[in-house]
């Protein structure tokens, strides 16, 4: 036996040879190229920490994000037909779902949750655009009426998270359906006097955009966000002219009167707190996590400090 070729060697080899590096440690920067660790790119809720890109947030870690404490309930949505057209382009429609659902591990496009944000109870739903671009099929008409019909039940504000495709043209007309449905859904809440907020995500298209999506009381959106019905290159073939530089983002509906905020996504929780409270007619939210107080704070226990406090204060020459 040669010991040196057989042991020696080998274990020279193992001590010196590059390990295996796990997948998805690192993701590229749509926006500028960078290399960002997963962590820290998770931590940052999926924003760039070098050119500030907002990348695509999945609903469960933006609802993570958005609850107190993360912590939030699902609500249930009536299951349409699988497939009622039976369609088929280059893979079955059921074949592309169970695809989609593997790498999400979602059942669709859209999640709907209750829960608090700034103990304000509101129901919220959220778009995923790794399931087939968030695109809107029954599923998704169904989420939002069932999401609109429980806010006024329990007579809570709706906020609704877009990142969308369009319509869903595996289901043809029955997507294009959910386009009015959605709609009546959406004046129900009106009519109850609730409030209906919308946060646009990118990309926000098609007839998303052309029903729910641009119906909210207050329309907020992600930095430099595409939001449209027909995308920028479709118009600039039709019309035959190059568009102005920025058009279709974010701030350049907010210069155009179409948005009400373009707001960064770490002060989107803060933000929606402050607009629902307002729309609600509720004092603002205080700061922490302790419950506001009870008492009037003109009572004089609230307004003279304990003896600690004023020696306190003394002591320091105040």
């Known amino acids: 036996m040669n010991w040196i070729s057989n042991f020696v060697k080998p274990r020279i080899n193992s001590l010196f040879s590059r390990r295996e590096v796990p997948e998805h440690l690192w993701s590229k920067c749509d926006g500028c190229g960078t290399m960002l660790f997963h962590r820290e790119l998770s931590e940052n809720l999926n924003v760039c920490t070098s050119c500030g890109h907002h990348m695509a ?23 349409p037909i699988t497939d009622p057209l039976h369609f088929r382009d280059q893979k079955r429609y059921p074949d592309r779902m169970k695809s989609a659902q593997r790498e999400t591990g979602e059942a669709e496009a859209i999640l709907v949750a209750q829960g608090e944000v700034g103990q304000t109870p509101i129901i919220a739903a959220a778009h995923d655009f790794r399931f087939m671009g968030g695109s809107m099929g029954m599923y998704v008409g ?18 609704l998270f877009c990142a969308a495709g369009g319509a869903r043209m595996q289901e043809g007309i029955l997507s294009l359906m959910q386009m009015p449905r ?13 409030p209906y907020v919308v946060v646009l995500t990118h990309p926000t298209t098609g007839g998303v955009t052309a029903s729910y999506a641009m119906l909210g009381d207050v329309q907020i959106a992600e930095p430099d966000a595409l939001i449209c019905f027909a995308g920028p290159r479709v118009i600039e073939q039709t019309i035959g002219e190059r568009l102005p530089e920025g058009f279709q983002r974010a701030e350049y509906l907010l210069d155009h009167g179409m948005l009400d905020r373009v707001t960064h996504r770490k002060d989107m929780r803060e933000e929606l707190i402050t607009v629902l409270r ?21 009572t004089p226990a609230a307004a003279t400090p304990p003896d600690s406090s004023r020696k306190r204060a003394k002591a320091e020459g105040r």
């Open 182 to 194: 959605t709609t009546v859904a959406i004046e129900r809440v009106k009519e109850a006097g609730l």
């Open 57 to 79: 947030l999945g609903p469960r870690e933006r609802f993570a994000a958005l609850f107190d404490n993360g912590a939030f309930s699902e609500i249930e949505v009536p299951r």
């Open 142 to 159: 169904n989420a939002v009426i069932a999401a609109a019909d429980v806010a006024t039940g329990k007579k809570r504000p709706l906020v």
């Open 278 to 298: 307002m729309l609600l007619g509720m004092p603002p939210a205080i700061k922490g996590d302790l419950p506001p107080p009870d008492r009037d704070i003109s």
